[in-house]
């Protein structure tokens, strides 16, 4: 089938690259002409397993092309796929700009009937708002159905989810727009295509859920305000623990062995953060006050998430007494491993924090190596995590990267000023560690 992605942003080019590679002929529109012409030549502007390689192979086949024209992508394809972002205002309301732009661009470029999909993850009702923003614009009375098709892909492992998703939601009153999504999706549906044989995630089959659009709207929002409210619910039982003194790691696995519960996403740490459960609790939120249900649970959730990042600091302050002029290593910016995004990243809480209260702090992350936007300049980059924690009085992990398990934390005794170490994510081995005679703190741990 012949499909325009408009937005390479990681919803966007991993869409696109996942449907090249599953037979299609996939056109990624992108109104950045220097992001195209990279994109061209198999440079990705994000870090994530897999997709370069992906990206590479299917633009040498032609299955995909990028380019930065959206009315001539839109006019050579049936099938248009909006990825384009939906940033908070500062009220929590999701801004609408580019997708009510690129519904304009879509109406104004309509040459036959085509089906419009909507993954960006969007406020209940915006395949209603884009339907009339098309019909606005267009010229002739060329048909189009509007499906809510929303993403579920996780960063870091955007690429396995894009293949191998644990469902496909359509949203759609149009017999012909389902019909055609199911032929769209089949070898995913099927999972028999090249890419997904001899891999260990291949599924059997992968379920697929019709519904109408504001319920596949909701069923993206849901999804993400419940894994958040079970963080934020572990978190705020770790701190229990801390008070109690019981485990937290005991707790959840014996919460999680009942098969209701279930032992996943069950992690306490300092937070979610990330371009995501941020702004989708918010948004929903924001949804439900606006429809007269103010949404009491989203509220402490999103409360007890603020308050999390802030533990670390009260440890800090346990441990070391005044923060000023201490000497502070952390390990890990990106929120979390296996990506580059600094979006609403615990880590910047964190090091402001203790940049305000005068502590000198070292940062090292495996990938990231730039400031976030609002990371305050103080902060002292370094190249590994050895000199992060070089005089240090105390190491902070604050992403759980699998290089920080294999640190040598015989020679770290050696070169640190003080020994202490706040583990952030419990991921360091508290017996070792302790062993070795670390002051070792976990999160109700
Ligand atoms: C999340 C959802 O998991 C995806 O299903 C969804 O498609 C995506 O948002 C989206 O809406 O686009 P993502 O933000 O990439 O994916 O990251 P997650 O792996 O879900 O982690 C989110 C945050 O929760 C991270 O800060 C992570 O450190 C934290 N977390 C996760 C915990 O603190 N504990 C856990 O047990 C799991």
New binding site residues.
């Given amino acids: 089938m012949k499909v325009c992605v408009i937005g390479t942003g990681y919803?966007g080019l991993v869409t696109g690259v996942c449907l090249a590679e599953i037979g299609h002929d996939v056109i990624c529109v992108d109104k950045d002409e220097s992001k195209v012409s990279s994109l061209m030549e198999g440079k990705i502007p994000i870090f994530e397993e897999g997709l370069e390689e992906l990206v590479k192979s299917n633009v040498k086949k032609k299955s995909l092309v990028f380019d930065a024209e959206t009315s001539s992508g839109v006019a050579k394809s049936d099938i248009v796929f909006i990825c384009v972002g939906t940033p908070p205002l500062p009220s929590g309301k999701p801004d609408l700009t580019a997708i009510d732009d690129v519904a304009r661009m879509i109406g104004k470029s309509l040459n036959g009937y085509k089906i419009i999909l909507n993954k960006s993850?969007v406020p209940i009702g915006t395949a209603k708002r884009i339907t009339k923003i098309i019909r606005e614009n267009q010229e002739g009375d060329q048909g189009f159905d509007i499906v809510s098709n929303p993403?579920?892909?996780?960063?870091?492992e955007a690429v396995k989810d894009a293949f191998f998703p644990e469902r496909i939601v359509i949203g759609s009153g149009s017999k012909k727009a389902i019909n055609m999504m199911k032929e769209l999706y089949g070898p995913i549906i099927r999972q028999d295509f090249d890419y997904a044989s001899g891999n260990s995630h291949r599924k059997k089959q992968v379920p697929i859920l019709i519904t109408d659009s504001t319920s596949s709207e909701l069923i993206?929002y849901a999804?993400?305000a419940f894994?958040a409210t079970k963080?934020s619910f572990?978190n705020e039982v770790a701190n229990i623990c801390e008070r109690v003194g019981a485990n937290i790691l005991d707790v959840t696995y014996g919460m999680g062995l009942d098969e209701r519960i279930g032992s996943r996403?069950?992690?306490a740490?300092i937070?979610?953060?990330?371009?995501?459960?941020p702004k989708?609790v918010r948004a929903l939120s924001y949804t439900a006050e606006e429809y007269g249900s103010p949404a009491s649970i989203l509220n402490a959730v999103i409360q007890v998430n603020n308050q999390q990042r802030f533990k670390i600091i009260q440890k800090a302050v346990d441990m070391l007494g005044i923060i000023e002029d201490k000497v502070i290593g952390v390990l890990g910016i990106a929120?979390?491993p296996n990506t580059d995004d600094t979006r609403e990243a615990?880590s910047v809480t964190v090091i402001n924090k203790f940049l305000e209260l005068g502590a000198e702090v070292r940062v090292y992350d495996p990938i990231v190596r730039d400031y976030p936007d609002s990371m305050d300049r103080g902060a002292l980059f370094v190249t590994d995590a050895y000199k992060a924690v070089e005089g240090a009085d105390l190491m902070v992990l604050v992403t759980e990267w699998e290089e920080f398990l294999t640190l040598d934390f015989n020679r770290i005794k050696g070169i640190m000023s003080e020994k202490n170490i706040i583990d952030g994510r419990n991921f360091l081995d508290k017996k070792m560690l302790r062993e070795l005679g670390y002051k070792y703190m976990g999160i109700g741990n």
């Avoid at 993403?151 to 870091?156: C, D």
């Fill in positions: 919803v993850t993403e579920f892909l996780k960063e870091g993206k999804s993400n894994l963080i572990v996403f069950m992690k740490g937070g979610w953060g990330g371009s995501c459960f989708d929120f979390k615990p």
